[in-house]
């Protein structure tokens, strides 16, 4: 399955509107984001949890299914999408990735960096 960019930026923002400590599941998850399937935001959760952005708990029901419980946003999460949160930066990681060819959690990081980088350097005449 495919890491999907913008479902990883929509969950973080969507997490980052939590009340403190409320527990949000899965399937309340699901109808806040209604362009993705429920198997990309299971898979985006999953691979946010491993990346170490968000604190989730996952369980098996009685059937036999992963069930997620999203916690919180870690400190590196909310740096991430501090990074990300700008719609012009996002297009520029966006266009960026694909020109690479890399749209990893942490590629996408490091292009989030970089273009901020350069806005800087702009804005202090460093270009």
Request: proline share 3%.
């Amino acid at each position: 399955m495919k890491l999907n960019p913008d479902c990883i930026r929509d969950i973080l923002i969507i997490m980052e509107d939590q009340p403190f400590k409320k527990q949000m599941d899965f399937d309340d998850l699901v109808p806040l984001l209604p362009s993705y399937s429920s198997d990309d935001i299971e898979y985006t959760c999953l691979k946010l949890k491993e990346a170490g952005f968000i604190h989730a708990i996952t369980t098996s029901d009685f059937t036999g299914e992963t069930v997620v419980t999203l916690l919180d946003i870690t400190y590196t999460g909310h740096q991430f999408l501090n990074d990300i949160r700008s719609d012009t930066i996002w297009n520029n990681v966006k266009e960026v990735s694909k020109k690479v060819g890399s749209q990893s959690v942490s590629a996408i990081s490091q292009i989030a960096s970089g273009v901020i980088t350069a806005i800087i350097k702009a804005q202090l005449g460093l270009i």
